[in-house]
């Protein structure tokens, strides 16, 4: 079965760097992009990001050029979201997610899967 | 940017029907996806493409988008059903997703 398993909780202080992991089993890592969706407590959704795993190309929300990066590593099937710059208003919970319909650009569909989210804090 | 305006609540009784809108400029030339999300859980996909259901989702669960707004419909409504309701949009402008501030469905 398809699952996306993400890191464990993360602590950071003011301007440091946070990088989340998200494992893909159940089907072929290279064939669906992951987008990146995190949520501050008590708020809403907001979309960060996708790559595509096999070619490594990008897109990323406006709001976040400059400090978000998504790599990935084929061979273990996993994909990275790192942010830079951290302030208190980046804690929140981390998801990865999988466009349905393979691609992101391919909005016809909605994310089918999601990871089981990653809180990070950022607190001096 | 694009913007989704949601209702920031719902109540309904249980057996009754939940309507949730999402407006937007020219909403219904997009594709409207919605996501059913529970406390401490990730989002779950109810409805894509406007009016398509995952094959797991209830039948109860319906959307519509022949104009603004965009609608989920949850018929027969069930104490299970409450939770935050989002819907999303890929913004063709800036090629990126939007999502709507997300409404409360409350049981009563």
């Known amino acids: 079965q398809v699952q996306l398993v993400q890191s464990g909780a993360e602590v950071k202080k003011p301007g440091a760097s946070v990088k989340v992991s998200c494992k893909a089993s159940?089907?072929?890592?290279?064939?669906?992009?992951i987008n990146w969706v995190r949520q501050a407590t008590g708020q809403g959704l907001e979309w960060m990001g996708w790559m595509d795993p096999n070619s490594g190309n990008i897109g990323y929300e406006q709001k976040f050029q400059g400090r978000v990066t998504m790599t990935r590593d084929t061979s273990i099937s996993t994909a990275y979201m790192e942010l830079s710059s951290l302030t208190s208003e980046d804690t929140a919970v981390y998801y990865c997610a999988r466009p349905q319909g393979g691609k992101t650009v391919n909005y016809y569909y909605g994310m089918d899967f999601w990871g089981q989210g990653t809180t990070v804090t950022v607190s001096s | 940017s694009y913007v989704l305006t949601q209702p920031p609540s719902v109540s309904v009784a249980p057996g009754q029907t939940a309507r949730i809108t999402c407006g937007g400029d020219n909403i219904g030339s997009k594709s409207v996806h919605w996501y059913q999300q529970k406390p401490g859980q990730a989002p779950v996909l109810v409805v894509y493409d406007d009016s398509d259901r995952p094959s797991e989702i209830p039948e109860r669960f319906s959307g519509s988008n022949s104009g603004s707004p965009a609608t989920l419909t949850i018929s027969r409504v069930e104490a299970g059903d409450e939770a935050d309701y989002y819907c999303q949009v890929w913004d063709s402008s800036s090629d990126h997703y939007v999502f709507g501030a997300g409404t409360k469905v409350t049981v009563l």
């Open positions: 159940g089907y072929t890592f290279t064939s669906f992009d």
